[in-house]
């Protein structure tokens, strides 16, 4: 039975031990550890996440291998002064064909719509949103809404769940 401390569970710290066995793959969920302790609020965690992700993923200040500098500096040059090929735009049949691969069980997406409504959609609805693409690919103009994401850390299976360097990153919609 568990105490009701007025605290949600989610948010209640939980120390991080190792079974009795030894295993070292098997532990109890703790949220993710940050430089002065315990991460306990949405941002202490956010904090971690993206300190750990810093951590990660630094630049290269001094590269060592002289043949690669070169080949990328070649990659760059070429890609930077190659004129930009028209996008491939996008065809209602596509549109058409990614819904009917949807699942009915998924969630439905931030504007609410259940799958099940999208596969009904007349071949008229289905068109406008592949102008919207294609006017999105054409004018290289990406909406506010489409340039921000909410970024969750998943736990990678087995692994110590007090380290914020055993969480994925995933993204979803903003929201």
Request: aromatic share 4%; hydrophobic share 35%.
């Amino acid at each position: 039975m568990e105490c009701d401390t007025g605290i949600p569970r989610s948010r209640r710290p939980i120390a991080v031990e190792d079974d009795q066995a030894g295993d070292e793959g098997s532990y109890s969920v703790t949220p993710p550890g940050h430089p002065g302790g315990i991460a306990l609020s949405d941002s202490e965690k956010a904090e971690a996440l993206a300190n750990n992700l810093e951590t990660q993923f630094q630049p290269v200040t001094d590269p060592s291998v002289p043949a690669v500098i070169e080949m990328v500096d070649v990659a760059l040059k070429s890609y930077f002064t190659t004129p930009a090929s028209e996008p491939k735009l996008t065809k209602p049949e596509e549109v058409q064909e990614a819904i009917s691969c949807l699942k009915d069980s998924q969630a439905s997406g931030p504007n609410g719509i259940p799958n099940r409504a999208l596969k009904h959609l007349p071949h008229r609805a289905v068109s406008l949103p592949v102008l919207i693409f294609n006017a999105i690919l054409l004018t290289h103009h990406f909406p506010t809404a489409c340039q921000y994401a909410r970024m969750i850390s998943i736990l990678k299976p087995g692994k110590n769940p007090a380290l914020p360097s055993l969480h994925v990153a995933a993204a979803g919609p903003p929201g």
